[in-house]
T-cell receptor, first 112, second 111 residues
Framework: DQQVKQNSPSLSVQEGRISILNCDYTNSMFDYFLWYKKYPAEGPTFLISISSIKDKNEDGRFTVFLNKSAKHLSLHIVPSQPGDSAVYFCAAEISGTYKYIFGTGTRLKVLA | DTEVTQTPKHLVMGMTNKKSLKCEQHMGHRAMYWYKQKAKKPPELMFVYSYEKLSINESVPSRFSPECPNSSLLNLHLHALQPEDSALYLC??????????FGSGTRLTVV
């Protein structure tokens, strides 16, 4: 039972355009969400997070949107750069449990 | 120092071997984690240590044995593994339950 799903295994975007990565979850108890980026042969690195009391969080080129009623979050990258090419994982947590559930990942390719 | 260091980076072991994976952080984080990641799958939580005590064991087989000798160090002892245990093993740490910092992982192959 996959509680956190990323239905697009891959995405290709032209450099300079917007990349939109989507994530759906099933457990309404999740109240903290994060996005991680992973390059080959490296561990995941933290990108951006959002608490369930917010519906948007922005950090430079990265914005995360949370729609609690739809149990959906998305990551927008604007403008996309070739260095953004990586696998992106969303993760969800029930506060205080120390337990993240990761999505299956989306491989983003930004074309120069 | 803002890194989590994992050694070795690669490990090949036989099914009768005993080996250990090591993870170290000097950020003062009090929670440390072991995750397992198979190809094209998300990382899956194995163990959580909080203040050097095991707080979560996700029903991991006993052939995996974690150890937290001090607040900076986390080991994963391996014994009698199966080929299906081949995976990337990721260590992470966090201050509280937010924003893990991950290591680069140990790529384990069981032959």
């Amino acid at each position: 039972d996959q509680q956190v799903k990323q239905n697009s295994p891959s995405l290709s975007v032209q450099e300079g355009r917007i990349s939109i990565l989507n994530c759906d979850y099933t457990n309404s108890m999740f109240d903290y969400f994060l996005w991680y980026k992973k390059y080959p042969a490296e561990g995941p690195t933290f990108l951006i997070s959002i608490s369930s009391i917010k519906d948007k969080n922005e950090d430079g080129r990265f914005t995360v949107f949370l729609n609690k009623s739809a149990k959906h979050l998305s990551l927008h990258i604007v403008p996309s750069q070739p260095g953004d090419s990586a696998v992106y994982f969303c993760a969800a947590e029930i506060s205080g449990t120390y337990k993240y559930i990761f999505g299956t990942g989306t491989r983003l390719k930004v074309l120069a | 120092d803002t890194e989590v260091t994992q050694t070795p980076k690669h490990l090949v072991m036989g099914m009768t071997n005993k080996k250990s994976l090591k993870c170290e952080q000097h950020m003062g984080h009090r929670a440390m984690y072991w995750y397992k990641q198979k190809a094209k799958k998300p990382p899956e939580l194995m163990f959580v240590y909080s203040y050097e005590k095991l707080s979560i064991n996700e029903s991991v087989p006993s052939r995996f044995s974690p150890e937290c000798p001090n607040s900076s160090l986390l080991n994963l002892h391996l014994h009698a593994l199966q080929p299906e245990d081949s995976a990337l093993y990721l260590c992470a740490s966090s201050q509280g339950a937010r924003r893990y910092t991950f290591g680069s992982g140990t790529r384990l192959t069981v032959v």
